[in-house]
């Protein structure tokens, strides 16, 4: 699943691309995906692009019409740029393309989402907050309101698994599966650990290893064109992904805990003194 990192490099692609464009296409091909009716998704076409901005995962192109194309990946979505936008002729349910978008100079991508389960979304909106999971997101990791006594309140009182407070959207926006995985690596943290009894020193070095992890993410998306970003992403990751290879800062072996649609990864020796994590939800450590 693309995770703010990855959002963040598509958005800095787009909006040195798109801005000052005239969207010229607007089209759903996968009626699914279109999760707004007023306005129409091609209401768009003949407005200008304004800005581009990031919401946690979100995506919001603004126009000079008060239209925003606001589109969110979920977990096998993905955005294929085009200097030239082919002209083939778009057969629902015969193509993996969710939506395609079009500008005056040729140029547009499309959205395509693999797999049967379909949960990409795309909204046309007068206001990012109409989205119903944009009203929902907390603070984004990386906003300097997001200070360390800030991100302590947050956590406070929350006797709920460490690694679900950093997934939570309506708690810290952007953050996922992969980069929560990275995160609680970094801190040298068990991802089953409650947040509420997380010490001061805890959340100190917990702080500190999501700044720095997802600053480092960012830094390696930037430039990036989107066709680069997947792979980019993987040659980063330390732990998530790596079940059985070696833990790059002690050797270990990086174990896994698998639930019913994902998996998340860790270093025993790092994370929980040496103690492996049983394979099912709600786990406790293993005596």
Known sequence: ????????????????????????????????????????????????????????????????????????????GWLRWYDALPSTLIKPGKTPIALRVGFDDGSGFDLTEAGTKKSLAVY????????????????????????????????????????????????????????????LHAAKMSPYALAANLSDAEIDTLYAAMISTLTEAIETARGKPPADLKDAKRRGMRVHGRRGEACPVCGGEVRSVFFADNS????????????????????????
Request: charged share 25%; with cysteine.
């Open 1 to 76: 699943m693309p995770e703010m990192p990855e959002v963040e490099g598509l958005v800095e692609f787009l909006r040195e691309r798109v801005v000052g464009s005239t969207f010229t296409k607007a089209m759903v091909s996968a009626i699914n995906a279109l999760k707004t009716y007023d306005p129409p998704i091609n209401a768009v076409v003949g407005t200008k692009v304004t800005a581009v901005d990031r919401h946690g995962k979100f995506v919001d192109l603004a126009t000079d019409a008060g239209i925003n194309v606001v589109f969110h990946l979920a977990k096998a």
């Open 124 to 183: 046309a909106v007068r206001s990012p907050a109409d989205v119903p999971g944009i009203a929902r997101l907390g603070p984004d990791p990386l906003d300097g309101a997001l200070d360390r006594n800030a991100f302590a309140a947050l956590l406070a009182a929350r006797r709920t698994q460490i690694k679900g407070v950093l997934r939570d959207q309506s708690i810290i926006a952007g953050v996922g599966n992969a980069y929560s995985d990275e995160i």
């Open 264 to 287: 998340l990864e860790y270093c025993p020796t790092c994370q929980t003194g040496g103690k492996v994590l049983a394979d099912r939800r709600l786990s406790r450590l293993l005596k």
